[in-house]
């Protein structure tokens, strides 16, 4: 879903923080406080409700979307989209700052991003009858999870991998459901609107590419501005001694 002391309200965006904006969610978190606090008080964690949020989205995902239902998959991913913003809020309201809470939001929110563009690439696959539309869907998935890792992996051998890339998660998902969903008002005989979901794919294919780039890029310069300062470091000593 690099962050060491980061609380599950905290931590990286994920499906309900990238379709909301700060208003709206604003909105929610008030209206959704008063469900969080009746499952805390039947003795529902956090985690149980990250656990269904996550089920839920991956079950819209690959059980409408192979069969080209794109428009009830969207709604019921929008859905559990909302267990999103309910887990952050118990963990308000129980107070508790937990790294493993922002581990599992993380964690998980990869999970639902690999059943969303996994179930487009099945529907290309089979029904959707277009192997470059399934080649494209599998490589959304596979370049988010390495733009992902890029990050975590740069954050942990102790860079900023200081770049706002280009389509990061938040567009990513922005713009393959709400393209899925008016894709899916075709068959309720809306015309032309299923070729927004192709285009909506190759924006983000192309997007994420780019984003690599950058953050490879990013790491590389990074890298070796840090390496230049430790042995600078390491050269000084060696200057005071000969003064």
Not at 181 to 205: D, M, S
Request: hydrophobic share 50%; proline share 4%; net charge positive.
């Amino acid at each position: 879903m690099g962050q060491p002391a980061a609380t599950r309200a905290a931590a990286t965006p994920t499906v309900g923080k990238a379709m909301l904006n700060k208003y709206a969610r604003a909105f929610f978190t008030r209206v959704l406080t008063p469900f969080a606090a009746f499952l805390i008080r039947r003795g529902v964690s956090p985690d149980t409700v990250t656990l269904l949020g996550t089920a839920g989205v991956v079950a819209g995902a690959l059980v409408f979307y192979p069969m080209g239902e794109f428009f009830w998959g969207t709604v019921v991913i929008t859905l559990f989209v909302f267990s999103d913003l309910v887990d952050g809020n118990m963990a308000r309201q129980l107070g508790r700052s937990s790294r493993w809470g922002a581990f599992l939001d993380s964690t998980l929110d990869r999970v639902a991003d690999g059943a969303i563009f996994g179930g487009f690439a099945l529907w290309y696959a089979g029904g959707g009858n277009d192997n470059v539309l399934c080649a494209v869907s599998i490589f959304c998935l596979a370049s988010g999870q390495v733009v992902s890792y890029t990050k975590a992996r740069g954050e942990s051998i102790g860079l900023p991998v200081a770049v706002n890339g280009l389509v990061e998660r938040a567009e990513r998902l922005v713009i393959s459901l709400v393209a899925a969903g008016l894709a899916g008002l075709h068959k309720f005989g809306v015309p032309g609107i299923q070729w927004l979901l192709p285009i909506a794919l190759w924006i983000v294919a192309v997007g994420s590419l780019v984003t690599l780039v950058q953050r490879v890029v990013t790491v590389r310069r990074e890298s070796a501005e840090a390496e230049a300062a430790a042995a600078g470091e390491s050269a000084s000593p060696g200057r005071e001694a000969a003064k």
